[in-house]
């Protein structure tokens, strides 16, 4: 089984990214969608233990949560090291799962996955990109975005240079949406090629 990981930075496209790889019938791990479902779940007992007052209706808001964290990276690392545990176990039961239903690929979904490591459990890594302009419009095109909240969020994610030049794989998400289509049927037929590993 082939293991894809792709990421992207905010506003680059890679939830639309996704979605071809879903259409195109490949397995898709959303890392993003498991964090609120822990969020509902299994993470809200530790969270709510470590920042008390987040939870709303036996649920993490994710509003409170972030007011919490706000220029505070002890506090964000200190989340991590709850939240990252239980993803990764939701991801490994993902990779069984679909070994076991005999996926030629599967595509792990992750926003962070330089900066958490998350690469070097991937054969490839997709990165979607688009350039800043263009992200920087997507994105404060979002309702309640504004610049600072936008420049935060940036800082904690590596620069797109960088996750271009460690990439495998790059979709240029600026152009229509036949043209990301085509690029992600291409990725498709490269790997189709390429060993993939062994899920123990």
Known sequence: MFVLGLTGSIGMGKSTTAKFFREAGVPVHDSDAAVHRLYEGEAVAPVEAAFPGVTVDGKIDRTKLSAKLVG???EIKRLEAIVHPLVRAVTQ???EANAARGAR???LDVPL???TGGEKNCDAVVVVSAPADVQRARVLSRPGMTAERLDA???RQ???ADKRARAHFIVDSSRSYDSARAQVHGILRAVAAMPGRRIS
């Open 153 to 155: 969020l940036l800082a």
């Open 72 to 74: 505070k990276g002890d």
């Open 113 to 115: 996955l330089f900066e």
């Open 93 to 95: 039961r993902f990779r």
């Open 105 to 107: 690929v599967i595509v």
């Open 158 to 160: 590596m620069p797109d």
